[in-house]
């Protein structure tokens, strides 16, 4: 049972470039969402999904794009890459249904360490 | 907004101590309480889940509990062990989010 998936584990980017880093999770979930983490500032919502078709902003939202078209999969896409969004992203999903759709027990991925230069 | 509070931010203790970590939040309209743990350069694992009808889990040498009225979680470890240094969050979930408090950096010494 693979749970949930981000690929990649490492990168490396140029200021302005753009990336997707993607997540897929194996366990019917429909609650999906992204986090960063950085040092003294803990986890930070940026985005998250309660079912296909439907997203929502998080706390820091900016400078990111989402989309849920499976229920799979919930990829994070920077759009002009800042060296302020160097961190580690963090994908988690729960399960659940509807407006209740994070009460389960939430599953997270290795991360994925993005360095903007 | 709920604000999620972990205290002591780190602790080291010589092994084979029983120990508390703490975890407050704000708003007492919770689904849940989940206690994570965290190795350097890993992902988040979950020790336990607290559906907010319940007042405790327990796994292993692992129990916490939760009291809703109060906004308050303990994460009690028996007998600690080197391996259990890690740092452990702590998270509620309300609305259609969850919210994490910063950790607790434990470091057990052999």
């Known amino acids: 049972n693979a749970g949930v998936t981000q690929t990649p584990k490492f990168q490396v980017l140029k200021t302005g470039q753009s990336m997707t880093l993607q997540c897929a999770q194996d366990m019917n979930h429909e609650y999906m969402s992204w986090y960063r983490q950085d040092p003294g500032m803990g986890l930070r919502l940026i985005h998250y999904s309660v079912g296909a078709g439907i997203t929502d902003q998080g706390e820091v939202p900016n400078g990111y794009n989402v989309s849920r078209s499976t229920t799979e999969d919930f990829p994070l896409r920077l759009l002009s890459a800042a060296p302020s969004q160097t961190s580690v992203y963090f994908c988690?999903?729960?399960?659940?249904?509807?407006?209740?759709?994070?009460?389960?027990?939430?599953?997270f991925g290795e991360g994925s360490r993005l360095t903007v230069l | 907004k709920q604000e999620v509070t972990q205290i002591p931010a780190a602790l080291s203790v010589p092994e084979g101590e029983n120990l508390v970590l703490n975890c407050s939040f704000t708003?007492?309209?919770?689904?849940?309480l989940q206690w994570f743990r965290q190795d350097p350069g890993k992902g988040l694992t979950s020790l336990l889940l607290i559906q907010s009808s319940q007042r405790e889990q327990t796994s292993g040498r692992l129990n916490a509990s939760l009291d809703k009225s109060s906004g308050r979680s303990t994460l009690y470890i028996a007998a600690s062990q080197p391996g259990d240094s890690a740092t452990y969050l702590c998270?509620?979930?309300?609305?259609?989010?969850?919210?994490f408090g910063t950790g607790t950096s434990l470091t057990v010494i052999p």
């Open positions: 708003d007492s309209a919770i689904y849940n």
């Open positions: 988690a999903s729960s399960y659940g249904e509807g407006a209740t759709a994070n009460t389960g027990e939430l599953f």
């Open positions: 998270a509620v979930s309300l609305g259609n989010q969850f919210y």
